[in-house]
């Protein structure tokens, strides 16, 4: 999935040593840059990122003031990385629920346990997916859905039963923010790779389970593209 950040930096040598280094993380997407914390706390609220990169002082003030009032707007706050010069700032850090403290300039090693912690809390977080249709809202488990299938201008998100909810988002959508756990496996599908029960590379074909969930489908399998199936092996290690 595409993990959407956003940084509020005043310094332009800082803002783009970090930038430079994240361009390395292709599942990271840059929404924007703020330069104040107004801007900031405006960006954030109408952007909803996953992750804030927030240095700890933007012209000479103590950043730490923006987050309780990030607070009113969010049941739950998105992850936020500090980065600074000054280390005395670490306590503070820990104690307004910062997760990550970096220190600049940002060293790549750094960032990246950082990025691991952040991606480790944020699938631990995440258990469901909100489908919306012409008329309602669907909260799906992510455990009860089997796959997404690209059906003209809609995706069609298919459970274990194979009953299926129509939403006008693209399947590319889909692609960047479900979990790992499902696979982009051809234009036109991504599978749960809990419910693979067999799969025939020669053919290009994957068989679920269960095989209720395919009873909507012209055929028993669905099939796969050539280009995906290296990435379909390495998810299980093949």
Request: glycine share 2%; charged share 30%; proline share 3%.
């Amino acid at each position: 999935m595409k993990y959407k950040y956003v940084i509020i930096q005043d310094k332009q040598e800082a803002l783009d040593n970090l930038k430079a280094t994240l361009d390395n993380h292709s599942n990271y997407k840059l929404v924007d840059v703020a330069t104040t914390l107004e801007d900031g706390f405006s960006l954030i609220i109408k952007t909803k990122p996953n992750l804030i990169f927030l240095d700890v002082e933007i012209d000479d003030k103590n950043s730490f003031t923006l987050i309780p009032k990030l607070k009113e707007f969010f049941i739950e706050l998105p992850t936020i990385i500090m980065t600074t010069s000054h280390n005395y700032y670490a306590k503070e850090a820990v104690n307004n629920q910062v997760s990550y403290f970096l220190s600049k300039p940002i060293e790549p090693v750094e960032l990246q346990k950082s990025l691991f912690l952040f991606e480790k809390k944020f699938i631990e977080g995440q258990t469901h997916l909100a489908v919306k249709t012409s008329s309602d809202i669907h909260i799906l488990d992510y455990k009860d859905i089997c796959f997404l299938q690209a059906e003209r201008n809609y995706t069609s998100v298919f459970n274990l039963m194979g009953e299926k909810l129509s939403t006008s988002k693209s399947l590319k959508h889909f692609e960047e923010t479900l979990p790992k756990k499902f696979i982009r496996i051809h234009k036109s599908f991504i599978i749960n790779k809990n419910c693979i029960d067999r799969l025939n590379t020669r053919k290009g074909q994957i068989f679920l389970k269960p095989m209720d969930a395919l009873k909507d489908l012209e055929e028993n399998f669905i099939p796969i593209r050539k280009e995906y199936v290296q990435k379909l092996k390495n998810s299980f290690s093949f």
